[in-house]
T-cell receptor
Framework: RKEVEQDPGPFNVPEGATVAFNCTYS??????FFWYRQDCRKEPKLLMS???SGNEDGRFTAQLNRASQYISLLIRDSKLSDSATYLC???????????FGTGTQLKVEL | DAGVTQSPTHLIKTRGQQVTLRCSPK?????VSWYQQALGQGPQFIFQ???????QRGNFPDRFSGHQFPNYSSELNVNALLLGDSALYLC????????????FGSGTRLTVV
């Protein structure tokens, strides 16, 4: 079983749609949780951290359920510029190691 | 404030050769981690360097080795290259006392032929 599992997609959605990505992780000792965005042939960039209480940044909402070892990302009012791969990331190894999911590809279309 | 700088950006090597990739961390960062990202996959942790020592290692063979210099910059060396080593190699820097402030470089794309 992979340490971090995501649906690879692609998710093809029309502009303005709401889209949700899910992720599960296997290491219950994981310390911190993130969503990263990666554009084609570019480096990953931090989109947002994820907290148990849920957190929101504009059109983006992230949620963590430690009991179920489940992380989610909701994107509202999708823009063409949201097209990218979204990586679910968990910090483990005593805070030394980022473990990435395979990534979920999002394509927002006119 | 310079971010993470990696060199070279692209590289083509022949099977069996050796390669050295370089990384300069973001100003103020003291820790460097290396990741390998194969096409269609998420980045995989290779190892992390802090205080010029390898602190943690992922599931990579001994052909992968590294070094950190007193100025915190780092090198990744790969010996006896295989076709399967073709990937994007990413360097991420951070501050040891901050577990979440990772900054990635734009990577080195290695092609082994």
């Amino acid at each position: 079983r992979k340490e971090v599992e995501q649906d690879p997609g692609p998710f093809n959605v029309p502009e303005g749609a709401t889209v949700a990505f899910n992720c599960t992780y296997s290491n219950s000792a994981s310390q911190s949780f993130f969503w990263y965005r990666q554009d084609c042939r570019k480096e990953p960039k931090l989109l947002m951290s994820v907290y148990s209480s849920g957190n929101e940044d504009g059109r983006f909402t992230a949620q963590l359920n430690r009991a179920s070892q489940y992380i989610s990302l909701l994107i509202r009012d999708s823009k063409l510029s949201d097209s990218a791969t979204y990586l679910c990331v968990v910090l483990t190894g005593g805070g030394n190691k980022l473990t990435f999911g395979t990534g979920t590809q999002l394509k927002v279309e006119l | 404030d310079a971010g993470v700088t990696q060199s070279p950006t692209h590289l083509i090597k022949t099977r069996g050769q050796q390669v050295t990739l370089r990384c300069s961390p973001k100003s103020g960062h003291d820790t460097v981690s290396w990741y390998q990202q194969a096409l269609g996959q998420g980045p995989q942790f290779i190892f992390q360097y802090y205080e010029e020592e390898e602190r943690q290692r992922g599931n990579f063979p001994d052909r992968f080795s590294g070094h950190q210099f007193p100025n915190y910059s780092s090198e990744l060396n790969v010996n006896a290259l295989l076709l399967g080593d073709s990937a994007l190699y990413l360097c991420a820097s951070s501050l040891k006392t901050a577990n979440y402030g990772y900054t990635f470089g734009s990577g080195t794309r290695l092609t082994v032929v």
